[in-house]
């Protein structure tokens, strides 16, 4: 399982960001991610494969605050 | 009169006199609420050219038609006054408990003049209002005089909006303080309080907004509420405003030593994310999400944070809260400190005694580069080394500056004011119309250049939606919001052409009428917020029961703009003063993907100029031109 946004998805090996991203219907152009607490740039969305079990946190450079 | 309570309370703290007006319909309808409000008081009896701390200088406290409501977002309170900070009008929200029973007490807004001869809080409770003595209040911490009141009241649920010693000592740029860890941070309200001898307003009551329509308000909180989880603003309960650290750091925006560069190698240490697991109140036994998470009335994003620190040489209260991400950038990033219970403990000290985070970060940054830099001497700073890093030393400036003693005097004057003072560090600077800028960088977005410029009350970060939200990629996500505004011509964040002017102006426009709705600007918004513009109006037409079109709300936002620039015009500050710090024309950026950024001053000057015309001001002085003036109702502020 991978946890992201709040919810369990079902993980296979070799996963990557990009293809996690699509499984949840979510296209938007986020910056980076962090995998249990390792950041990857969004250049390595397409070539990080994603463990078992983890959590992901998407970062997005919108926003204000 | 639905939404509104209808009656304003009018404070003379000289004769301690309180009076109630009662405003008709179209004087909400044109102003109102917020910041829209407290500017035509300000604007109409203020006399031109008084000192901030003149007792003739008027404190306006005002919530919206919304607040108090039960949708999220609504409960926000807006301050103004002549900033003490930048000598131009002050304005600052906040949000928490207090605003809903500002309005629970029966009034919309307080509008105080004069000085007390001794310390007072005002008591408002259920259309009652009396002035008390606060002799013995003068001097405490937010956290020890907010139990006390609650004491002396014999009412725990009594909400206290207050100033600490940085406020009763004049700090410029002193906060107000409720709940004794949400702050209306900027501008220096707090230091106006404090000259006033106004230790408190403690509010409390049992009357509620009515609404036209309270099926569609019911419909809106529970699509809220709803969406929540899937929608762009997710995770902020979880790690709150200070999760954008990594976003900042990734786009090679996150301010550091001092905006000269756009990246910190020890971002992740000092994110959102790092806090969650390692500070918020409950993570050692995995109970942060229920103990660390804070909110305001009514909100379902809970962006709020509680610290709790026990052991180790930052030990820090809960009653205080937690850092936001301009608290952890400035006491972190702008300063080179990486160690996040420092920052979580300068936060505290900052609620505890009343300061704005954001101009104490910065200021304290400032000074650590004019140090390192050998502009500052160990003489000027009374023996203290000022290192970027250093993160005891940063505390016990923070301190300093909050009791006005050492080098804390000069500092607690602002960094602009200090480098005036000192003769010294000027090209350190990273202030417009003196106020420190906050953590967005305009040499990455670059409306954020304009903004921060022609921003009537100097740097800030919530007056316009960023250059991020407008390029094409994330666009695509959030046209249908933008369209609303007219808004349909995406820009790459590094223009500053005419359309991206359009789009800063036309987003100007909507924060104003946010702060004059006072809804909070992560809840509501035109982009990546949880409502659009679309529900905005929705919610404004269900609540009041008036058939307003979005144009008419827009110009409630422009009315306010062009009042702030109108006061500020009699106040002798004008496109002069719209300008930047040289710093962010001639240092190029260090280091990262943002090495060698900057902003281009003849770019920039045309943008004004392009702005002004846009805005109908005076393309030279930028000076709202009375036809202007005329067409938005606001004739009457040209003799004024
Ligand atoms: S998003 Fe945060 S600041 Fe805004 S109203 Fe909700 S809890 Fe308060």
């Known amino acids: 399982m991978i946890r992201v946004k709040n919810r369990d998805i079902a993980w296979h090996a070799g996963i990557t960001i990009t293809e996690l991203l699509e499984k949840i219907h979510d296209s938007f152009p986020y910056a980076a991610a962090l995998i249990n607490e390792q950041y990857v740039g969004r250049s390595e969305f ?9 959590e992901i946190i998407l970062i997005s450079a919108v926003g204000g605050g | 009169m639905a939404g509104y309570m209808g009656k304003i309370l009018h404070v003379n703290l000289f004769d301690r006199t309180t009076t109630v007006e009662s405003p008709d319909e179209a ?3 044109k102003y109102m609420g917020g910041s829209g409000l407290n500017l035509y008081y300000l604007l109409r009896d203020m006399a031109p050219g008084l000192d901030a701390f003149d007792p003739g200088n008027i404190l306006a406290i005002s919530a919206g038609v919304t607040t108090g409501l039960p ?3 609504q409960s926000r ?11 131009a009008v002050g304005d600052s929200q906040s949000g928490g408990y207090w605003p809903a029973e500002l309005k629970f007490s029966g009034f919309d807004a307080v509008i105080i003049k004069g000085r007390a001869s001794a310390p007072v809080y005002l008591w408002i409770h259920d259309g009652e209002a009396e002035i008390k003595d606060a002799g013995h209040l003068w001097g405490q911490i937010t956290g020890d005089a907010e139990q006390q009141i609650k004491e002396e009241l014999g009412d725990e649920k009594v909400k206290i909006l207050q100033i600490g010693p940085g406020g009763e000592n004049q700090v410029r740029f002193a906060a107000v303080i409720s709940m004794s860890n949400r702050a209306n941070g900027r501008t220096g309200m707090g230091a106006v309080m404090g000259s006033k001898n106004l230790k408190a307003v403690v509010v409390r009551g049992k009357q509620r907004p009515q609404t036209a329509d309270r099926t569609t308000v019911n419909e809106l909180a529970k699509w809220g509420a709803k969406t929540y989880p899937d929608s762009m603003v997710a995770g902020m309960d979880l790690y709150g405003t200070a999760s954008a650290v990594l976003g900042m750091q990734a786009a090679g925006g996150l301010p550091s030593y001092n905006f000269s560069s756009g990246v910190f190698d020890q971002a992740q240490k000092i994110d959102g ?4 697991k390692t500070i918020l109140k409950g993570c050692g036994t995995g109970e942060q999400n229920r103990l660390g998470i804070d909110t305001c009335f009514g909100c379902v994003v809970k962006c709020k944070r509680v610290v709790e620190i026990t052991d180790g040489p930052y030990p820090v209260d809960p009653v205080y809260g937690g850092p936001e991400y301009e608290t952890v950038a400035t006491f972190g990033s702008y300063c080179g400190i990486d160690d996040l219970p420092a920052i979580a403990k300068a936060n505290e000290l900052c609620n505890k005694y009343g300061l704005d985070t954001i101009s104490c970060g910065a200021t304290i940054a400032w000074a650590m580069e004019a140090f390192e830099a050998g502009e500052l001497t160990l003489e000027e700073t009374e023996g203290l080394e000022l290192r970027f890093g250093d993160a005891q030393a940063m505390l016990d400036l923070t301190e300093l500056i909050a009791k006005r003693e050492g080098f804390g005097r000069i500092l607690a004057e602002g960094s602009a004011r200090a480098a005036g003072q000192l003769g010294k560090g000027e090209r350190f600077l990273i202030t417009c119309k003196n106020q420190e800028s906050p953590a967005h960088m305009p040499q990455h977005k670059k409306s954020m250049a304009l903004i921060y410029a022609v921003n009537p009350f100097g740097a800030d970060h919530q007056s316009s939606e960023h250059d991020t939200e407008y390029e094409q990629e994330v666009f695509e996500h959030f046209s249908e919001r933008l369209a609303f505004l007219g808004l349909a011509d995406p820009q790459p964040a590094a223009a500053l052409n005419a359309a991206k002017v359009s789009y800063a102006r036309k987003t100007q426009q909507l924060m104003s009428l946010m702060d004059s709705l006072n809804l909070c600007q992560f809840v509501w918004g035109s982009t990546w917020q949880l409502y659009g513009p679309e529900q905005t109006l929705a919610f404004v037409r269900a609540v009041t029961g008036w058939e307003v079109s979005m144009e008419e709300l827009l110009q409630v936002g422009e009315r306010r703009l062009n009042m702030m ?21 001639n240092a190029p950026l260090k280091g990262g993907l943002s090495e060698g950024w900057k902003v281009d001053k003849q770019e920039f000057e045309a943008a004004r100029s392009e702005y002004y015309r846009q805005c109908g001001w005076d393309e030279t002085t930028g000076i709202p031109a009375p036809e202007t003036l005329k067409r938005l109702g606001l004739a009457w502020s040209i003799e004024k």
Do not use: C, H, W
């Not at chain 1, 494969?49 to 983890?54: A, C, L, S």
């Not at chain 2, 620039?565 to 024309?585: C, H, M, S, V, W």
């Open chain 1, 46 to 54: 397409d070539s990080f494969r994603i463990p078992d079990g983890v």
């Open chain 2, 27 to 29: 004087f909400y309808r």
């Open chain 2, 71 to 73: 949708v999220s977002g």
């Open chain 2, 77 to 87: 309170i807006t301050i103004s006054a002549k900033s003490p900070l930048t000598g």
């Open chain 2, 273 to 276: 994310t790092t806090m969650t």
């Open chain 2, 565 to 585: 620039r109108r006061f500020n015009a009699r106040e002798g500050i004008a496109a002069a003063q719209d300008t930047l710090p040289e710093k962010f024309f």
